[in-house]
């Protein structure tokens, strides 16, 4: 599997933009890039992916390198309610092998 | 409304006994999964089916197991073979497709005592 490499943890004050960054270097040309967020005891919801264009929507904006090797999570404005523990990871889009894992992911601290 | 449900949110038994987790997806998604999480740590993969009829062992599978009789179903089974069964576990589910993103439940907490 295609590994993805976080922060384990970042931390910002409301208000202000976040960027969260991950590192795929060993992504393939048919990976689609994913993030999640997971609020503490609740499973995770998903907040945007994109493939080789930066990526907009109400949530956040994905921002992905030329080189595909890493790519960056923009939250405009934190707001508390965003303190969460961020999940990159890499999904392929053919294939037979739908296999879906997740890493440590980066927990976001947003102080008032 | 369509989502995926697991049930019982809370889930307390006694060691030594076998305990099913229930998970129904009326999204129509082909591909379910499930996950431990253990605190302050990430998602884990226990099992993941692509379709009836047919599952995978994850990176953690030993002392469970599972079964995908429907496509809105896959039970995980916590047997007393797994030494350390207190954790929350998600259940996820997906399209085939590579790009669609993935529905979680609000997972179940298991305390064994």
């Known amino acids: 599997d295609a590994k993805t490499t976080q922060p384990n943890s970042m931390e910002s004050n409301e208000e202000e933009p976040v960027h969260l960054p991950c590192n795929h270097s060993t992504i393939s040309g048919t990976d689609y890039i994913h993030w999640y967020r997971q609020l503490p005891s609740q499973g995770p919801e998903y907040v945007i992916h994109g493939l080789t264009s930066n990526v907009n929507n109400r949530m956040a904006s994905l921002a992905i390198a030329e080189d595909r090797k890493s790519s960056t999570l923009i939250l405009h404005r934190a707001t508390l309610r965003d303190a969460a523990v961020y999940y990159c990871?890499?999904?392929?889009?053919?294939?037979?092998?739908?296999?879906?894992?997740f890493g440590k992911g980066t927990l976001l601290t947003v102080n008032p | 409304d369509g989502g995926i449900t697991q049930s019982p949110k809370y889930l307390f038994r006694k060691e030594g006994q076998n305990v099913t987790l229930s998970c129904e997806q009326n999204?129509?998604?082909?591909?379910m999964y499930w996950y431990r999480q253990d605190p302050g740590q990430g998602l884990r993969l226990i099992y993941y089916?692509?379709?009836?009829?047919?599952?995978q062992k994850g990176d953690i599978a030993e002392g469970y197991s599972v079964s995908r009789e429907k496509k809105e179903s896959f039970p995980l089974t916590v047997t007393s073979a797994q030494k350390n069964p207190t954790a929350f576990y998600l259940c996820a589910s997906t399209p085939q497709k590579g790009q669609a993103s993935a529905f979680f439940g609000q997972g179940t907490r298991l305390t064994v005592v």
């Open positions: 999204l129509n998604h082909d591909a």
């Open positions: 089916s692509q379709i009836v009829n047919d599952f």
């Open positions: 990871i890499l999904r392929g889009a053919g294939g037979s092998n739908y296999k879906l894992t």
